[in-house]
Nanobody
Framework: QVHLVESGGGVVQAGVSLRLSCAAS????????MGWFRQAPGKEREFVAA????????DYADSVKGRFTISRENNKNTVYLQMNDLKPDDTAVYYC??????????????????WGQGTQVTVSS
């Protein structure tokens, strides 16, 4: 019964920052690793970042490495994506995801069991 809700998206100019949040409710003790994915129109959903259950390990797609930072609260009910130096290619719907399967970071959609509805990020040049 885990439910995820993303927030923080918007329309911004290239070079600025946004911070996305994902709040989890229900079945919190089933959540292990969490991640962020994004999907642009006409494209498949792609991996952006992941964080282990403890928050001690993170993983990033090459396209966002050095610009984005994923983090989570100690109580494990909220995960964030700090997005710096945004580029037009970052434009997409961003989804958070929770895994019941693994406590380690994962890039595979199949390892995530619960998904949020997404938040739109639009970056203008």
């Amino acid at each position: 019964q885990v439910h995820l809700v993303e927030s923080g998206g918007g329309v911004v100019q290239a070079g600025v920052s946004l911070r996305l949040s994902c709040a989890a409710s229900g079945g919190l003790f089933t959540i292990k690793a969490m991640g962020w994915f994004r999907q642009a129109p006409g494209k498949e959903r792609e991996f952006v970042a992941a964080i282990s259950r403890s928050g001690g390990n993170t993983d990033y797609a090459d396209s966002v490495k050095g610009r984005f930072t994923i983090s989570r609260e100690n109580n494990k009910n909220t995960v964030y994506l700090q997005m710096n130096d945004l580029k037009p290619d970052d434009t997409a719907v961003y989804y958070c995801a929770a895994s019941w399967q693994t406590a380690s970071t994962s890039r595979r959609r199949s390892q995530y069991d619960t998904w949020g509805q997404g938040t739109q990020v639009t970056v203008s040049s």
